[in-house]
């Protein structure tokens, strides 16, 4: 269990306030009002809300992993987050490379990205 | 148990086409790859259920450590449970990005509809979010957001199940009940998040009454299965893509829709589409995430069994710990799934 506090309390209590005021959050911003927001930054209400869900799971997503899952604080955490960050890059080029690409891509990408124009 | 499994997932896919059942003949592998998965699970939990029970025979428990670089040390079981959970977190990168891939790729139906590249009767492929559906009210949410709620409390549960059994300073007796009540109460929330899963994909449910303004003047949630939107939805019919809903007030007035429609060149009507791809990739990756669920009751069953039994003590807590492992990455992927595919 941990050997650490956060802010002087238990960090597992600590962490579980944190989270249900994360996804409190969350549900309020998908049921708030952002078209002023939108319209003062130029773009959607959706841009607006999906940034807000984007950046609101990050921390969500840390805080599950490093203190409930104990990748903070114990004395095998390092090695542990180390082989959690293993998959890291197939995630990349799963998200990059086949979640990103659209219909076009290989026919709207960039010369040097296309088979005979590597410079060679 | 893993072969059982691979031979269930194949055989009970082979017996669905399109959602339908064309497969009795398949029934009997179903039948036969479950009896083995059970078989398996029984010879293990036969195995485990007396181990360490009451703190007998603490002197002879034991977890093998591992010996190599770069894990010396560590609990062998520990370090494979995080390399089955690196595989699974590839496992839903592939439906993620599969998600995405889609997502981008199909035009979304809002903006068919707008466009107004349609005409009545005739489908057009479009991807729906089901956001469109579930974030349409705060009645249609409510079932995700408590699921959402559940299972943060339940990561917590099971936290509180394992400090309890690691606690050396407290009496049998308490420790006992303590971690039965945790992993019990980590068990109904499971439950309970199943439970609200098929109430919004295939039941539904009453609005109450003075609330009803809040459900657009309806008086039930309907479910996303009443709505149509299913895996096989070739020509779905969504209220809103309809020029006549309300009047036709809701269409942007800088749309195309709305300068053809007031200059004559469009019909108007309700635009029909073809959503297989984009609820196929809802159900996929939400389903398998209740799979996993669906797995994490079957294990807590067990474990809540033998915890009133004293099977968890300060010197035999790890599959507490493994366990709990798993549940938190169960909520984890809920982290993502929740706003990607309920709210945006």
């Known amino acids: 269990m941990a050997h650490y506090k956060i802010l002087g309390q238990d960090p597992y209590w600590m962490n579980f306030y944190g989270l249900m005021i994360l996804t409190l959050i969350e549900v309020l911003a998908v049921g708030a009002d952002l078209n002023g927001v939108a319209e003062s930054l130029g773009t959607e209400e959706k841009v607006i809300t999906l940034w807000i869900l984007t950046i609101i799971a990050i921390p969500k997503f840390i805080m599950i992993a490093a203190i409930f899952m104990h990748l903070y604080g114990d004395e095998d955490s390092g090695i542990l987050t180390l082989t959690a960050l293993f998959p890291a890059f197939f995630i990349l080029i799963m998200v990059l490379f086949v979640g990103l690409t659209h219909p076009n891509a290989a026919s709207s990408l960039p010369d040097w990205c296309r088979p005979g124009n590597y410079g060679l | ?90 496992v839903f990168t592939s439906l993620f990005s599969t998600y995405m891939r889609y997502r981008f790729g199909i035009p979304n139906c809002m903006t068919v509809f707008e466009s107004g590249e349609w005409v009545e009767g005739t489908a057009v492929t479009c991807f729906e979010p089901a956001a469109h559906l579930i974030a349409s009210s705060w009645f249609h949410i409510a079932p995700g957001a408590i699921n959402t709620f559940a299972l943060i409390i339940s990561s917590f549960t099971i936290v509180q199940a394992l400090r309890y059994a690691k606690m050396k ?14 992993l019990g109460t980590t068990w109904v929330l499971a439950i309970l998040f199943l439970t609200l899963k098929m109430i919004e994909w295939f039941i ?19 479910s996303l299965y009443a709505e149509g939107y299913t895996i096989n939805a070739d020509s779905y019919q969504h209220y809103a893509y309809d020029t006549m809903y309300h009047d036709g007030k809701d269409i942007p007035k800088d749309s195309a829709l709305y300068t053809m429609l007031q200059e004559g060149t469009h019909p108007g009507g309700q635009m ?52 709990g492992l798993y549940w938190h990455f169960v909520d984890l992927v809920w982290v993502l799934v929740f706003p990607f595919f309920y709210l945006y």
Do not use: C
């Open chain 2, 1 to 90: 148990m893993s072969a059982g499994f691979a031979a269930f997932l194949f055989t009970l896919a082979a017996a669905f086409e399109w959602g339908d059942f064309i497969g009795w003949t398949e029934v009997p592998l179903i039948l036969a790859s479950l009896g083995v998965v059970f078989f398996g699970l029984l010879i293990w939990w036969r195995q485990d259920w007396s181990y360490g029970v009451d703190g007998k025979d603490s002197k002879h428990l034991w977890e093998p450590k591992s010996a190599g670089s770069p894990f010396q040390n560590i609990d062998i079981r520990k370090v494979a449970l995080w390399m089955f959970l690196m595989s699974e977190m590839m």
């Open chain 2, 169 to 182: 300073d407290i009496e049998e007796d308490v420790r006992k009940r303590k971690v039965m009540r945790y």
């Open chain 2, 204 to 222: 539904g449910f009453p609005t109450p009454g003075p609330l009803t303004d809040l459900n657009h003047g309806h008086s039930e949630i309907a």
């Open chain 2, 272 to 323: 029909m589409a073809n959503i297989q791809v984009s609820a196929t990739t809802f159900y996929v990756t939400t389903g398998t995430h209740g799979a996993h669920v669906l797995g994490g009751i079957i294990g807590l069953t067990y474990m809540t069994l033998k915890a009133a039994r004293g099977g968890y003590t300060p010197d035999n807590a790890v599959s507490i710990e493994y366990f």
